[in-house]
């Protein structure tokens, strides 16, 4: 079967670092997005990991490794508005097709 | 940003009634889907197209179909509302499946109640 971990809730405090970890497992791996979700709004494209290995983009880094199944985001020097949910979500090529399979989210809270 | 919208934005019907969703885009992206987003599931896929006139099956297709008649419409149909497709709805477009950088970009979401 196919399945996306990741932790329901998280806390920050403005400023800090926190690491959001996703594991997966899947058939077809063909890629790992991460998505912001603010409270009401569409998801946003953050990062996309195809090789192992860390992915950086301003404050925020995207790492993988496939022999582990295990992903994380990075998010560096915390704002309040970064208060919002991340998805992990993994692509599978089964059938040839771009599916995502979505975990359920982590809600970060950045605190002051 | 991409060129989605969907309508309607909110929605209430009661159970049993027919419902259609759309979803519109101005990108001329070959591929779009239709989520559900319920607290702690995350994302579901429910159909995809890609292209006109073809669609395929997700996750939680039962009782939902869906049609796709221009590149820019893509249609979400509850045949006969019940409590549990209570959700918000989301859309998303996508170009190019053979390049694996392709990204998903989702439109604003539906809400809707069934009661």
């Known amino acids: 079967g196919q399945n996306i971990d990741q932790p329901t809730e998280m806390t920050a405090t403005e400023g800090a670092i926190v690491q959001i970890n996703c594991t997966y497992q899947t058939s077809g791996f063909n890629g790992l997005f991460w998505y912001q979700q603010h409270a009401g709004e569409a998801p946003t494209f953050l990062s996309y990991?195809?090789?192992?290995g860390l992915e950086e983009k301003g404050r925020f880094s995207s790492f993988l490794s496939r022999s582990k199944g295990y992903s994380y985001l990075l998010l560096k020097e915390l704002q309040m508005k970064d208060s919002a949910s991340y998805l992990c979500?993994?692509?599978?090529?089964?059938?040839?097709?771009?599916?995502?399979?979505f975990g359920a989210g982590t809600r970060l809270a950045v605190h002051p | 940003d991409a060129g989605i919208t969907q309508s309607p934005r909110h929605k209430v019907t009661e159970t049993g009634t027919p419902v259609t969703l759309r979803c519109h885009q101005t990108e001329n992206h070959r591929y779009m889907y239709w989520y559900r987003q319920d607290p702690g599931h995350g994302l579901r896929l429910i159909h995809y197209?890609?292209?006109?006139?073809?669609?395929d099956k997700g996750e939680v297709s039962d009782g939902y179909s869906v049609s796709r008649s221009k590149t820019e419409d893509f249609l979400l149909t509850l045949e006969s509302a019940t409590s549990s497709q209570t959700s918000v709805y989301f859309c998303a477009i996508s170009e190019r499946v053979q390049n694996t950088r392709e990204t998903q970009y989702f439109g604003p979401g539906t809400r809707l109640l069934v009661l």
């Open positions: 979500a993994v692509k599978s090529n089964g059938g040839g097709y771009n599916k995502l399979i």
């Open positions: 990991n195809v090789l192992d």
């Open positions: 197209s890609y292209g006109v006139k073809d669609t």
